[in-house]
């Protein structure tokens, strides 16, 4: 059973500091990675999605790392600002049919003005 | 391009009442999902539609069912509600070859 963790569970940081979140999972035959933001009481928007065949993906200030092997993904975000406050979630399908997604319970991001 | 579009918003039922959810997919999706997300949880796979039939299913009674209709819109049902139904239930649609996922906005269930 795939099993998703994401650490560290809240983040507090201000205003134009970079940070990493970190995500990792426990069986490495997955077929993609997907990272979310969550604002809260709302849906989830896709921030970026990593093949497994992949190592990064970048947009604009954020860039996602993938190790498949370790089962380690980070999220690396650029010069924050208050507007990334959300919880940012990872998803991962399973390799044989890149359906049914499993969630970490994210990170709550706040950023200080 | 519209995206995902759940209705109602928001809800509130009674324990022991019946509820339908409602989701248009986002256009060019054909398969749907449904998740359940506790406050402060990440969200957790209910089931999947493809082409009108339950694809793959998750760890839900009996009382959580679905249906896809032809134009890909689907709908969720939830029997004898509990005091535990209360989330918010994402759906999900992809395109045929398995690219991103993209959510709605969610309704928000609550169970008194």
């Known amino acids: 059973k795939q099993e998703v963790t994401q650490i560290p569970a809240a983040l507090s940081v201000p205003e134009g500091e970079n940070l990493v979140l970190n995500c990792s999972f426990t069986?490495?035959?997955?077929?993609?990675l997907q990272w979310f933001r969550q604002d809260p009481g709302k849906g989830l928007t896709s921030l970026l999605l990593?093949?497994?065949?992949?190592r990064e993906q970048t947009s604009g200030r954020l860039n996602a790392s993938l190790d498949k092997s370790s089962g380690r993904s980070t999220l690396y975000i650029a010069a924050s600002q208050p507007g990334d406050s959300a919880t940012y979630l990872c998803?991962?399908?399973?390799?044989?049919?890149?359906?049914?997604?499993?969630f970490g319970e994210g990170t709550q991001l706040t950023v200080n003005p | 391009d519209a995206g995902v579009t759940q209705s109602p918003t928001h809800l509130i039922k009674t324990r022991g009442q019946q509820v339908t959810l409602r989701c248009s997919p986002k256009?060019?999706?054909?398969?749907v999902s449904w998740y359940q997300q506790a406050l402060g949880q990440g969200p957790q796979f209910i089931f999947q539609?493809?082409?009108?039939?339950?694809?793959q299913r998750g760890n839900f009674p009996d009382r959580f069912s679905g249906h896809q209709f032809p134009n890909y819109s689907s709908e969720l049902n939830v029997n004898a509600l509990l005091l535990g139904d209360s989330a918010l239930y994402l759906c999900?649609?992809?395109?045929?070859?398995?690219?991103?996922?993209?959510f709605g906005s969610g309704t928000r269930l609550t169970v008194v």
């Open positions: 999900a649609s992809s395109p045929p070859s398995w690219g991103p996922y993209t």
């Open positions: 539609y493809y082409e009108e039939e339950e694809r």
């Open positions: 256009s060019g999706h054909d398969t």
């Open positions: 998803a991962v399908p399973p390799e044989t049919s890149g359906s049914r997604l499993t």
């Open positions: 069986d490495s035959a997955i077929y993609n």
């Open positions: 990593i093949q497994s065949s992949q």
